[in-house]
Nanobody, 125 residues
Framework: QVQLVESGGGLVQAGGSLRLSCAAS????????MGWFRQAPGKGREFVAS???????SYADSVAGRFTISRGNAENTGYLQMNSLQPEDTAVYYCAASSPGGRWYYNRPSSYDYWGQGTQVTVSS
């Protein structure tokens, strides 16, 4: 069982930045595909960004150019750098991981095997 723990959420003014972290209990996490999703009140879970085991990145149109997904120097960490935050970015952000092998659709929650507990991001206007 892989555990994912997010951190770095908080309250920020519009135009500000936050960096979310995702720590995984899996030592070979760098070989896994990782994604970030978010869920605003009353809405479904929305794809934000992903990075494959081969380091291919993908972004939702709404965050492209503002958010950057990356992996840390430690093999079991991942990050989401969020710049130019807007009130519509307010949501609970979840880190997700997909084990190697099998078919993986980067923007589908059902493609991910493990999820973190989520971290709240609130952007004030």
């Amino acid at each position: 069982q892989v555990q994912l723990v997010e951190s770095g959420g908080g309250l920020v003014q519009a135009g500000g930045s936050l960096r979310l972290s995702c720590a995984a209990s899996e030592r070979t996490f760098s070989n896994w595909s990782m994604g970030w999703f978010r869920q605003a009140p009353g809405k479904g879970r929305e794809f934000v960004a992903s990075v494959s085991g081969r380091a291919t990145t993908s972004y939702a149109d709404s965050v492209a150019g503002r958010f950057t997904i990356s992996r840390g120097n430690a093999e079991n960490t991942g990050y989401l750098q969020m710049n130019s935050l807007q009130p519509e970015d307010t949501a609970v952000y979840y880190c997700a991981a997909s084990s190697p092998g099998g078919r993986w659709y980067y923007n589908r929650p059902s493609s991910y095997d493990y999820w973190g507990q989520g971290t709240q991001v609130t952007v004030s206007s």
